[in-house]
C-alpha cells in the first residue's frame, strides 16, 4: 500500500493534515517497553515507550525525510498499545526541542483513530523546553488533551536547568499531572549522592503538595529503591524491578497469567 506525498506548501485557508504513517512507522520492530512499577507495592502500573533509531545511514536515510521523530513515536506507541491489556498506561516520549508541536493533536487523533486504542490509556512526556513557551497554543493543546483524558508528564527533572516557576504555571493551570525525576539525580557518585538525596527528596514532596503522580527511572539498586519510597515516591522503573523487552515478550512476561506480576 502506498501513501500519496505530501505537499511542501499546502493550500492556504486549509487545516493542515498529516500524511498517514506508512506500515513500517507504525511497527513496533525498534521499539521495546520497560516495566513501570507502583513502588509502595512493586505491582506493574503500565510501561515507558522506548522507541530507536529505525534507519539505517546511507540511501535508506531517505525513506522518511519529513517524518519527525515525535510523530513516528505516536504512531509506533499507539500500536504497541493497541496489543497491550487495557488497563495498562503506556507512556510516549514526545521529544520535541521546541514548543509542542501545532499539528500534535491532529496527529494524535488520527494514530489513535489507525490503531483504536482509548485517548485515556497513553501518558505523553515532554521536556521543560517544550513545555516553556508561553503561548495560546501550548495552552490550548495541553488542556485539550488533559480534557480528553491524556496524561500529561513533565520529564526529566534533573537533566537541565529546572524552572520551578514553570512547573508552578503549568500545575496552577491544570496543565501536568505528573512529573518524572530523571536517573542523574539518583546515581550513586559518593561526592553528589547526598545533595541528590535532597533535590529528589524536596521535588518528590513538591509533586505530592500539587497532587502530581511522581515517578523516577534509574532503578537499578535496592538503595535506590527503598530510599525512593521512603520518601513517596509513587512510580518508577529501572533493571532492578524489569529490563526494556519487545512488546510480544513484555507481554509475556507481565500479562500470561491474567494478572500484574508482583516483585518483591
Known sequence: MTTAPVSADPPKRRAPRAAPLRTEDRGSAAASLAPRFVLSTLTLAGADFLSEPTMAPGRNIRRRPREPAWAVTLAQGCAVAATLPKHCRLSLPIDYPEAIPDDLILRLTQVLSQTDVSIE????????????????????????????????ILSGLGTGTTSLTLLRDRVLAGLLTGIKLDRHLLLRDPAHIEAGHVLTRTIVQLGSDFGLVTRAE???????????????????????????????????????????????
Open 121 to 152: 490509556r497513553l501518558d505523553l512526556e515532554f521536556g521543560e523546553s517544550s513545555l516553556a513557551a508561553d503561548t495560546n497554543t501550548l495552552c490550548y493543546s495541553l488542556a485539550a488533551l488533559r480534557d480528553a483524558g491524556v496524561g500529561l
Open 218 to 264: 534509574g532503578i537499578d539498586s535496592q538503595e535506590t529503591l527503598a530510599f525512593l519510597r521512603e520518601i513517596g515516591c509513587q512510580e518508577g522503573r529501572g533493571s532492578l524491578l524489569g529490563k526494556p523487552q519487545p512488546a510480544p515478550q513484555f507481554i509475556s512476561s507481565h500479562f500470561q497469567s491474567g494478572s500484574s506480576r508482583a516483585r518483591s
